[in-house]
């Protein structure tokens, strides 16, 4: 008889688990819900489009801060560049010339001037030491090429930052026009999902911005250069476009866990099979970064490649654990 009530409160507690998050609505009153959750949708996105068109000058500085960071990785190449004005004319490799460092300054640039011999003005190669007031110059100076280019830039900024800045806002308006509809035990998972996902989403953007896309643009650049091109110069719509694409992407491919543990949570995918697949993963991750990076060179698709690869082994430890955690609540004798 002491059994009845515990039985009693674990079938309510199931029931409860089991039940709807909330009020049985009628079809015209979820198409009413839908219309709210889309004029609110978009004037969250309207308004922080808004405020990124305003502060799109401080948007553009922090997206060219990897292509600044790309110039002291040219700083540190052995190559010194020969300048006449504000244009490089040509490289030379530093062992050719046998020069010592320019004072207390290690030799930058050779510039082109007019030295005065007699009476007659020669051109002659003058070191410069580069300061700091011309950093960004030699690697790839960002341009518009159009009347109504930077009118175009600037939306795509708006776009893009709007997007990035509204996007908390229009999940939470989803979540509440989807979430009543939902049972406890799935409200739960999604809060687990989408909080974990965010935070590798984040750190996808982060790894991207500050690691990989200054060593990206880097070797583009010097792909270029090595295939006989000119790389000095870029459309500045063509950067930003590239840069955010390519943040995003950074972010969706650190979302790999949450994509396999959902598999295995919902049972596609066993334990045993990521284990098993190891190997077809690395290769996998290979791929991904071959066709996300930029510039394909090996350097930075291994670079890519490897956190990727960090993530999976993430996932199995995680798997591992789930499978460990069900075989310890079972009771003796009985197996999964």
């Not at 198409?31 to 949708?41: A, C, F, G, Q």
């Not at 290979?286 to 670079?303: E, H, N, Q, R, Y």
Request: charged share 15%; hydrophobic share 50%.
């Amino acid at each position: 008889m002491a059994s009845e009530p515990a039985a009693g409160l674990t079938s309510a507690l199931e029931e409860e688990e089991d039940g709807e998050g909330g009020p049985v609505k009628t079809f015209l009153e979820h198409l009413e819900d839908l219309r709210w959750t889309l004029v609110k949708s978009v004037v969250s996105v309207a308004i922080a489009m808004l405020v990124c068109l305003v502060a799109g000058n401080r948007l553009v500085a922090f997206l060219t801060w990897p292509l600044s960071q790309a110039q002291q990785i040219v700083r540190r190449s052995p190559d010194i560049p020969i300048e006449l004005g504000t244009n490089i004319i040509g490289r030379v490799a530093r062992p050719e010339l046998g020069l010592l460092p320019w004072g207390t300054n290690a030799l930058g640039a050779l510039r082109i001037t007019p030295v005065t011999v007699g009476t007659n003005v020669l051109l002659a190669l003058q070191p410069d030491p580069r300061p700091a007031r011309r950093a960004g110059v030699d690697l790839v100076m960002l341009k518009n090429y159009g009347p109504i280019e930077g009118i175009v830039v600037a939306l795509k900024l708006a776009l893009y930052g709007g997007l990035v800045l509204a996007s908390p806002f229009v999940f939470l308006f989803v979540g509440q026009f989807v979430l009543p509809a939902l049972k406890v035990s799935e409200k739960r998972i999604l809060y687990r999902a989408v909080g974990f996902g965010s935070v590798l989403f984040f750190v996808g953007v982060a790894f991207c911005y500050f690691i990989i896309s200054a060593v990206a643009l880097f070797a583009t650049v010097q792909f270029s250069t090595w295939m006989g091109f000119g790389a000095d110069e870029w459309r500045a719509e063509a950067y930003i476009g590239f840069m955010c694409k390519f943040m995003l992407g950074m972010g969706l491919c650190f979302e790999l866990p949450v994509v396999i543990l959902t598999l295995v949570k919902i049972g596609l995918i066993e334990l045993e099979n990521l284990q098993k697949f190891r190997s077809y993963a690395i290769v996998g991750n290979l791929v991904v970064a071959a066709f996300v990076t930029p510039s394909g060179d090996p350097f930075t698709m291994v670079l890519l490649a490897f956190p990727l690869h960090l993530l999976y082994e993430l996932s199995v430890l995680i798997a591992w654990y789930w499978r460990w955690r069900e075989r310890k609540a079972l009771p003796a004798g009985e197996t999964t």
